[in-house]
């Protein structure tokens, strides 16, 4: 089942069960404390907190998100992606426990003829939060799952909250059994390499407060409503019910590994290096191109720092690869092309796509020729003074103040007879990393509380009409102090 189909069969099912159907957002959105949207119910927050009232009682959309964090991780395991799509449907004061999970299963378990995805119920397992009896119920009485199939876990793993005060509640998780080839028996609490999750139900009614990890913050009470906010991840689902090893396999990400072998001349499965380098171009090129349509440009910090680190690992890679001309123009198009049925947009601008991307690319192709010179003086250094090993602070230097990697200061350390001091490499970078955690820490906070402007906002927009008067009447509907 092509992605697109999946997509749309998880839409048309909730549909038919009396949501609304709306589009995905923006990636970007006026949150001080998100730098992308990261989860599908990100556009939905300020129906959660009370901050305006929803203009349906149930909702379901396929939201594009995009995760960070992990840049480094991705391709190095088939677990990391930096985009994802997340299909997901939502309550507000509306159906809760039993009606999120029936829903759930139905879509999962329905016959492809009746428009659902046709997995097998056997292979599937439910985890509940420790306490939840209601939902545990729900799954054995219900919908029939057996006990050896139902697992209670902890707060870390089963309670859901967005990581500062607000709306929280448990959540209940389905994973699905891949078989003895991929791990250990014993379900999700054993291994979740054999056992992927692929949808999480979250329950919430409660109201957290302030703390730091998912386990640690107090539960301040309940919400004056019980909401549902689910999530499937598309992705996962596609390559399970496609029949292959994993996401980069699937039919939206294999086509740009392949443009990459036939641009380089590499073979991908030869090489777990070169795999790691095939699935950062095929990971890469989609995020890049999806953060480029929603409009960021390449900078040196915030947002336009993130697509700017993408776009040259991509360059990176391919040059590992055997690259020896730019190829980025090439992953854009197949992108646009695997893309463009969901996001149309990708099409109708792809003009403005292709031209910051490859305008990024011959930069930073730029770059590694003043890189490769300031390496070539580094190495004249180290071998004056009789070392064979070129420091951690160097390399460093090399990949922070002049963007040049630091696979291919390996690479060609290697070929001038040189190792490097990986670990002092790692140790700075490591500490960057925790210095930018911490200030992304410091400015976090929890979401303003709004619901003194509630009815303002349940009445519309303001209507701006300087563009074609320069006077106009008003009604001021409130004055509001204090705040």
Same mark, same amino acid.
């Given at each position: 089942?092509?992605? /697109? ?12 069960? +009396? ?5 995905? !957002?923006?990636?970007?959105? =006026? ?72 829903? !759930? ?63 929280? +509640? ?72 496609? +029949? ?27 090489? /777990? ?66 893309? =463009? ?35 070539? +003086? ?17 390399? @460093? ?32 970078? !490591? ?35 300087? @563009? ?16």
């Amino acid at each position: 089942m092509q992605t /697109h189909e999946i997509r749309r069969r998880f839409l048309d099912h909730f549909v038919k069960a +009396g949501h609304t159907e709306v589009p995905s !957002a923006s990636l970007i959105l =006026a949150d001080p404390n998100l730098l992308f949207v990261n989860a599908g119910m990100v556009p939905f927050v300020p129906y959660f907190l009370g901050q305006q009232t929803p203009p349906y009682t149930r909702a379901t959309s396929v939201q594009k998100c995009v995760r960070t964090l992990d840049i480094e991780e991705v391709g190095k395991t088939t677990r990391h992606n930096t985009f994802f799509q997340m299909a997901g449907n939502f309550s507000f004061g509306d159906y809760f426990k039993e009606e999120a999970i029936t829903f !759930a299963w139905s879509l999962l378990t329905g016959s492809v003829e009746d428009g659902g995805y046709g997995i097998d119920p056997e292979k599937l397992w439910a985890t509940v939060y420790l306490d939840d009896d209601e939902a545990y119920s729900i799954w054995r009485d219900k919908v029939g799952v057996p006990d050896e199939r139902i697992q209670r876990r902890g707060m870390k793993d089963n309670y859901w909250s967005m990581g500062i005060p607000g709306p929280c +509640g448990p959540c209940s998780e389905i994973f699905y059994d891949r078989g003895p080839a991929y791990g250990v028996e014993g379900g999700p609490e054993a291994d979740e390499d054999r056992y992927i999750e692929i949808w999480n139900l979250v329950f919430m009614q409660n109201e957290r407060g302030e703390g730091g990890a998912k386990d640690d913050y107090p539960i301040l009470g309940p919400l004056p409503k019980k909401n549902i906010d689910t999530g499937m991840g598309v992705e996962r689902v596609a390559f399970l019910l496609q +029949g292959v090893e994993n996401v980069y396999e699937t039919d939206l990400l294999r086509p740009v590994i392949e443009k990459a072998t036939e641009l380089t001349g590499a073979v991908y499965g030869a090489t /777990h290096d070169d795999d790691v380098r095939f699935r950062v171009i095929a990971d890469h090129a989609r995020t890049a191109a999806m953060l480029i349509v929603d409009g960021v440009n390449p900078g040196n910090d915030g947002r336009g720092y993130v697509l700017r680190r993408l776009l040259r690992r991509i360059v990176r890679s391919a040059r590992l690869l055997g690259a020896d001309k730019p190829t980025m123009r090439e992953f854009m198009a197949v992108v646009r092309d695997t893309m =463009a049925p969901s996001y149309p947009e990708l099409a109708t601008d792809f003009s403005r796509v292709e031209t910051v991307a490859v305008g990024e690319e011959t930069a930073f192709l730029k770059t590694l020729g003043t890189g490769s010179k300031l390496f070539e +003086g580094a190495v004249e250094t180290v071998k004056s003074q009789g070392r064979n090993v070129l420091g951690g602070t160097e390399a @460093f230097t090399l990949h922070d103040t002049y963007g040049f990697p630091i696979d291919l200061t390996l690479e060609m350390a290697s070929e001038a007879g040189l190792t490097v001091d990986e670990e002092g490499f790692r140790s700075l970078m !490591a500490e960057q990393r925790q210095r930018a955690k911490d200030d992304a820490r410091a400015r976090k906070h929890a979401h303003a509380d709004l619901t003194v402007y509630k009815e303002l906002l349940d009445r519309g927009p303001t209507e701006f009409t300087g @563009f074609s008067e320069l006077v106009s009447e008003a009604h001021v509907l409130a004055v509001i102090t204090g705040r």
